[in-house]
C-alpha cells in the first residue's frame, strides 16, 4: 500500500515522513499564488532536492493554464505532476502536450466526488474515461461544491465511489479525502486501491498547521502503519 504525505513545506518534514515510510510526498507551489500554504518555486525545488532519493517527488498545481505550469516546471520538477485545480480548465488534449514538453514526467489527475450525492448524479466517470489515456495515476478526493480546486478540505464522501472507480479503470488510483489513522484501514478495505493520501488529517491540530512545519510526527506515523497494517 502506497502512502503519500501532502502539505510538506520543509525538506525536514520531506525526510520525516519518508522516514515513517511514505513513499510520495507531495508540495503544492507555483510562481502564481492559488492556494493557501502554496510554496514558491524556490522552495518546492529545495525539497524535491534535499528528500531521500527513493521518494517520489510529487508537483501539485490548481492553475490550468499550461504555459503557466510549464514555467513552474521549468523552475522545479517533480517526478509527478498533480493537476488538482478545475478539472474542466485543462483538456486531456493539453495534458498531453505537457507531457510532450516535459518527457519523462507522470501525470497524477485529481478526480472531484461530491460528498452527499449519488454516482449517477455526478460527472467523476466520465472523467475517468476523459483523461485515463492521459494519466499515470487518479487521485480521488473530496471537492467542495463550490469550490473550483479539488480537494484539500478534509472532508470525506462515499467510500463506494471510489470502489467502482478502481473497478472501472487500470490506472492506479490513490484515495484521499478526510482519511486518518482510524478510518484509513476501513478505506483500504473498502477500496482496494493502489495507495493513500493524507494532508489536513496528519497535520498539527493547532497555530502550527499555518506553519512551514506543518505535519505532525505522532499523526503520520499513526496514519502510516494504519494502512501500511491494514
Known amino acids: 500500500m502506497i502512502v503519500q504525505i501532502y502539505g510538506i513545506r520543509t525538506v525536514e518534514d520531506a525526510r520525516m515522513v519518508v522516514g515513517m515510510g511514505a513513499e510520495h510526498i507531495g508540495v503544492s507551489y507555483g510562481h502564481v499564488k492559488h492556494t493557501p500554504g502554496q510554496l514558491t518555486c524556490e522552495q518546492a525545488k529545495e525539497i524535491f532536492e534535499g528528500v531521500q532519493p527513493e521518494a517520489v517527488r510529487i508537483g501539485l498545481t490548481c492553475a490550468t493554464d499550461i504555459d503557466e505550469i510549464s514555467e513552474d516546471l521549468r523552475a522545479a520538477l517533480p517526478d509527478v505532476l498533480h493537476l488538482s485545480g478545475d478539472i474542466d480548465g485543462i483538456s486531456p488534449e493539453q495534458v498531453a502536450e505537457l507531457k510532450g514538453r ?15 450525492v449519488p454516482i449517477e448524479e455526478q460527472k467523476v466517470l466520465d472523467y475517468v474515461r476523459s483523461y485515463e489515456g492521459v494519466s499515470d495515476f487518479f487521485l480521488i478526493d473530496t471537492k467542495a461544491v463550490d469550490a473550483e480546486d479539488i480537494g ?27 482519511l486518518d489513522e482510524k478510518n484509513v484501514a476501513d478505506a483500504i478495505h473498502e477500496t482496494h486501491p493502489y495507495g493513500v493520501d493524507s494532508f489536513t488529517c496528519t497535520n498539527y491540530a493547532d497555530e502550527r498547521a499555518n506553519t512551514l512545519r506543518c505535519k505532525d510526527p505522532e499523526k503520520v506515523e499513526a496514519f502510516v502503519k494504519a494502512a501500511k497494517n491494514a
Open 152 to 178: 484539500a478540505t478534509g472532508l470525506t464522501h462515499d467510500r463506494s465511489i471510489d470502489r467502482v472507480i478502481v473497478e472501472s479503470t487500470d490506472v492506479p488510483c490513490i484515495i484521499a479525502g478526510g
Open 102 to 116: 516535459f518527457p519523462g514526467l507522470k501525470i497524477m489527475q485529481a478526480l472531484p466526488v461530491l460528498a452527499g
